[in-house]
C-alpha cells in the first residue's frame, strides 16, 4: 500500500479544490468494460472453472485494466476547477480516486500473484473499501460523482482479490450494490436515463447494477 499512500499524498497536496466531472464515452465504456471482466472472473472462479478459462479470462481482465488507465490519464493528471466543491469534499474525492488507480494498477499483476500474496493484497483493499464510503459524507454533486466514477473501479479489484484469495463474496456484492443505490440517488437527475447518465458516473453504475442484483438475489442477499 505504500504506492497507495504516495499517490493519496500527491493528490491531497495537489488539489486545493479542485475536482474533475466530465466523462468521455472512451472513460465510461472502459471501466464499463472491466467491470464486467471482473465479474466474469469472479463468476469463473466461483463455478469452479479449470485453471486454464480462469487464465482465460484473467487475460481479458488486464487488458480491460490498461485501458482504462489509458481512457482515464487526463482525468487524473488535470483536474478542473468548481467553485461548488468544498476543500473537505475535493480531498475526500482525490482520496478515493487515488485508490481506484492504484488499484487498477496492481490488477495488472493479477495473474502472476502467488497465492501467499493474494490475501494481502485483498486486505490491502479494505483501506480503499472504507474510502469509498466517502460517497455517503461528501455533499455536493460534483464529488458525488468523482467518488461514483472510482468507486466502480475499485470494487470490482476488490470482487477479483476476494475471490481469488478464497474470501467470502457475498459482503463485497451487497456493499458495492448499496454503494451504487447511493450514488445514482444522491445524483438523482443525472441518472434518470440512459442518455443523462451517459457521461456520468451513473453511466457506470446503472450498466452493472442488473448483474450485481442478480447475485444478490441468488446469494440471499
Request: aromatic share 4%; charged share 20%.
Amino acid at each position: 500500500m505504500r504506492l497507495a499512500l504516495l499517490a493519496i499524498s500527491l493528490l491531497l497536496s495537489s488539489c486545493n479544490g479542485q475536482v474533475h466531472q466530465t466523462r468521455t464515452e472512451n472513460e465510461i465504456e472502459a471501466v464499463t468494460e472491466m467491470a464486467n471482466k471482473a465479474m466474469n472472473v469472479t463468476q469463473k472462479i466461483l463455478e469452479g472453472a479449470s485453471a486454464a478459462d480462469v487464465q482465460a479470462v484473467l487475460e481479458e481482465l488486464t487488458t480491460a485494466a490498461r485501458a482504462v488507465l489509458d481512457a482515464t490519464r487526463d482525468h487524473w493528471t488535470t483536474p478542473t476547477s468548481d467553485a461548488a466543491v468544498g476543500t473537505s469534499d475535493a480531498y475526500a474525492s482525490a482520496a478515493v480516486s487515488a485508490c481506484a488507480r492504484v488499484s487498477v494498477t496492481e490488477l495488472l499483476s493479477v495473474k502472476g500473484m502467488s497465492e501467499k500474496l493474494r490475501p494481502i493484497w485483498a486486505l490491502g483493499l479494505d483501506k480503499c473499501l472504507a474510502l469509498a464510503a466517502q460517497v455517503n459524507a461528501v455533499s455536493s454533486k460534483e464529488a458525488v460523482e468523482e467518488i461514483g466514477f472510482a468507486v466502480n473501479m475499485i470494487y470490482p479489484v476488490a470482487l477479483v482479490a476476494y475471490v481469488r484469495a478464497g474470501f467470502e463474496i457475498p459482503p463485497i456484492v451487497s456493499a458495492y450494490r448499496s454503494t451504487n443505490e447511493t450514488i445514482i440517488k444522491r445524483l438523482g437527475a443525472r441518472c434518470s436515463s440512459a442518455q443523462a447518465a451517459r457521461l456520468t458516473s451513473c453511466g457506470v453504475a446503472l450498466a452493472v447494477q442488473p448483474r450485481l442484483g442478480e447475485w444478490a438475489r441468488t446469494m440471499g442477499l
